[in-house]
Structure formats: C-alpha cells, structure tokens
C-alpha cells in the first residue's frame, strides 16, 4: 500500500447516523450493492465494509464505465474476482442494460430461494441495501433500477441526506443510504483520489493540490487527455508555468491579460466532476496490490 499519509479528519454527524441505521436494519437485508466508481476501484469503497454489512452477501457494482479507463479498471475486476466477489461493471448513462446485476443478484439468493421453495413457501421480495461513499453513483443506480425519478441526482458529495425504502418491482425493494466515509483519511493518494473525483468536498483539500495532483497523474498515466484537453504536451517543473497555457487556451484572463489561477484549478476540477475528461482509471494496481 502507499505509505504516504496524510491526516484529514472528514466525517459529517450524517454518516455516522447512516452507520447506526444500517446497524438496526442489516438484519433485514438479503444483498448488499456497493457502489464503487470505476475510475477509482480501490479509493472509493468503503473500507470497514465488512464490519457495517457483516457476513450479507454482496455484489461490487462499479459505476462510470463510460468515463474509466477499461483496461486498467478491468484489473481491478480480476482481482475482485479472484477473491471471492462479484463484480458487475455498469455504464448508467447510456446504456441500461442491468440485466448483469439482477443475474449476480439471483446467484447470491439461489441458495435461499431453493430453501424456500424445499420448505413449500413461495420467492420472497429481495431486501437490498446500497452502500458507498459519496458522488459514486447510488442514487443514478436506483434510479435506473426503478426506471424512473425516484431519489436526488448531483454530482457533489451529500446528495442522499437519509436512509430510504424503495420499491424496485414486485422482486426487489431498495435501501437507500448516504455515502459513508471512513473517520480518517490516512493514505494520501487515496485522499487525493477522492478529492479529484468529488467524493469529498472541495474544502477539505487545498483546490491548488489537487487540481496539481490531477495534471500530474495525467502527465505521467494520461498524456493523451492532458494534451487535449488542455493543449500541454508535458508537465513542465514550475507547474504554474502549466497553469498560464490552461489560462489563456481556457479564457481564465483577469485584467490586464494576466491569468486567473483561482479560475484555473477551479476548471480542472469541475473537468473532473462533469466527466469531461475521460478514459482515466486513477487507481494503478500494481500499486496497491503487491
């Protein structure tokens, strides 16, 4: 694992609350799905998951396939797998097929269906519970599994506000719960993970580290997108140097024709929460997984 730490202490009453309603309502539940952006497989899930759901069966439903890079989050999926878990990767934003998560869902319930079934009693409504952390894309998946409207979209952190029973169909009823993070941020790329794709909020991060985070991490994995984007063929070593070609190539001009760094790092950032910026997986596994 990365031995830099870092100490920031992010955790709102609000998910400590959904850890306690979780707690009184996890003996009700059949299947968890957790919820886990496929740009950072590792850094956005939870990490005391199976202390919150215990023993329940779970399914890793990976969300942004459309903005992932595919072949490094296909790793991470291996990987998953190679260790017990069931993994299905979801594009929620143009493709609605969840025809994969009902199946994996089926899978985990078969042994109990058939106990039903031995015992003369019919198929009971599956109780799922739908965990993550922040802006990962539960309430997208909810909305799609309903096929309509039924919970808050946003793409910052804190859009779900409390736990929430939805009626799926007659198979499937939902909990909806906040995004969970875990009390201290202590691996510093995982901080700064989460940071650049709005899974914590902007305040508990300096803007200009992590909008220099993102160029960097684009430098050395994404040179493509850096250039595109936003017209550098390479990072140079006064980073504020970078920041002048993203100016002027983006209209961040105060007056006089100087730059506006403020308007600078905001964009990389909203570049990253919009999904302008693609095929990115800033999760390496050959960095976690030794």
Same mark, same amino acid.
């Given at each position: 694992?990365?031995?830099?730490?870092? #100490?920031?202490?992010? /955790?709102?009453?609000?998910? @400590? +609350?959904? =850890?306690?309603?979780? @707690?009184?309502?996890?003996?009700?539940?059949?299947?968890? /799905?957790?919820?886990?952006?496929?740009?950072?497989?590792?850094?956005?899930?939870?990490? %005391?998951?199976?202390?919150?759901?215990? #023993?329940?069966?779970?399914?890793?439903?990976?969300?942004?396939?459309?903005? *992932?890079?595919?072949?490094?989050?296909?790793?991470?999926?291996?990987?998953? $797998?190679?260790?017990? *878990?069931?993994?299905?990767?979801?594009?929620?934003?143009?493709?609605?097929?969840?025809?994969?998560?009902? =199946?994996?869902?089926?899978?985990?319930?078969?042994?109990?269906? +058939? +106990?039903?079934?031995?015992?003369?009693?019919?198929?009971?409504? /599956?109780?799922?519970?739908?965990?993550?952390?922040?802006?990962?894309?539960?309430?997208?998946?909810?909305?799609?599994?309903?096929? +309509?409207?039924?919970?808050?979209?946003?793409?910052?952190?804190?859009?779900? =506000?409390?736990?929430?029973?939805?009626?799926? #169909?007659?198979?499937?009823?939902?909990?909806?719960?906040?995004?969970?993070?875990?009390?201290?941020?202590?691996?510093?790329?995982?901080?700064?993970?989460?940071?650049?794709?709005?899974?914590?909020?902007?305040?508990?991060?300096?803007?200009?580290?992590?909008?220099?985070?993102?160029?960097?991490?684009?430098?050395?994995?994404?040179?493509?997108?850096?250039?595109?984007? /936003?017209?550098?063929?390479?990072?140079?070593?006064?980073?504020?140097?970078?920041?002048?070609?993203?100016? =002027?190539?983006?209209? *961040?001009?105060?007056?006089?024709?100087?730059?506006?760094?403020?308007?600078?790092?905001?964009?990389?950032?909203?570049?990253?929460?919009?999904? @302008?910026?693609?095929?990115?997986?800033? %999760?390496?596994?050959? $960095?976690?997984?030794?």
């Amino acid at each position: 694992m990365n031995e830099n730490t870092t #100490n920031i202490n992010w /955790y709102p009453g609000h998910m @400590a +609350k959904t =850890k306690r309603l979780i @707690a009184e309502n996890i003996n009700l539940i059949d299947v968890v /799905y957790e919820v886990v952006d496929a740009r950072i497989p590792y850094s956005s899930r939870v990490r %005391d998951i199976e202390h919150i759901i215990k #023993n329940k069966p779970r399914v890793i439903v990976m969300t942004k396939m459309d903005l *992932c890079d595919i072949k490094e989050t296909n790793k991470w999926i291996k990987y998953y $797998e190679s260790n017990g *878990c069931k993994v299905v990767l979801l594009d929620l934003n143009k493709n609605t097929n969840l025809k994969p998560l009902f =199946k994996a869902t089926d899978e985990l319930m078969e042994s109990v269906d +058939k +106990k039903r079934l031995e015992k003369g009693l019919q198929k009971r409504k /599956y109780k799922v519970l739908v965990i993550g952390i922040p802006n990962v894309g539960k309430s997208t998946l909810i909305n799609r599994l309903a096929n +309509k409207k039924v919970v808050g979209v946003g793409n910052m952190p804190g859009v779900t =506000k409390q736990n929430s029973w939805i009626r799926i #169909n007659e198979k499937l009823e939902l909990l909806d719960t906040p995004g969970i993070l875990w009390p201290k941020l202590d691996e510093e790329k995982v901080a700064f993970n989460l940071a650049s794709l709005t899974a914590i909020r902007e305040e508990v991060l300096p803007i200009y580290e992590v909008a220099n985070y993102i160029l960097k991490t684009l430098g050395c994995y994404y040179p493509e997108q850096l250039s595109s984007r /936003y017209g550098l063929s390479e990072l140079s070593e006064d980073i504020y140097e970078d920041y002048e070609i993203i100016g =002027k190539k983006r209209g *961040c001009l105060i007056k006089g024709g100087e730059v506006d760094y403020d308007k600078v790092a905001t964009i990389i950032l909203n570049d990253m929460k919009l999904g @302008a910026v693609k095929n990115i997986t800033f %999760d390496k596994i050959d $960095e976690y997984v030794k």
